[in-house]
């Protein structure tokens, strides 16, 4: 059984800094595709970052682009969000989803079947 469980979320600054995690079980990470989306009340779900199985590539939105960063532990099964100088517009609640997607990785909702179940992240001074 798939499993994704996302952590890390909370209240930051504008400028300040969140690491969310993703942990991961029932399935081999390295061979599988995972993604970032979020999600603002009254907005659709957004994909924010993603990076490919075996780790080989990687890529962003425009809007967190220089800011986050998504990397792999594939010894701890987790994938990371790191998300600096966060601004009032990346509040949301933040998804990780995963798929056994071939070679360059997608940020459309509809390219992954597994998700987590969220973690709120507010940027508010």
């Known amino acids: 059984q798939v499993q994704l469980v996302e952590s890390g979320g909370g209240l930051v600054q504008p400028g300040g800094s969140l690491r969310l995690s993703c942990k991961t079980s029932?399935?081999?990470?390295?061979?599988?595709?995972v993604a970032w989306f979020r999600q603002a009340p009254g907005q659709e779900r957004e994909g924010v970052a993603c990076i490919s199985k075996t780790g080989w590539g990687a890529a962003y939105a425009d809007a967190v682009k220089g800011r986050f960063a998504i990397s792999r532990d594939i010894a701890k099964n987790i994938v990371y969000l790191q998300m600096n100088n966060l601004k009032p517009e990346d509040t949301g609640v933040y998804y990780c989803?995963?798929?056994?997607?071939?070679?360059?990785?997608?940020?459309?909702?509809?390219?992954?079947?597994?998700w987590g179940q969220g973690t709120q992240v507010t940027v508010s001074s």
């Open positions: 989803a995963a798929d056994d997607i071939e070679f360059r990785c997608p940020m459309a909702t509809i390219s992954y079947d597994y």
């Open positions: 029932g399935f081999t990470l390295d061979y599988y595709a």
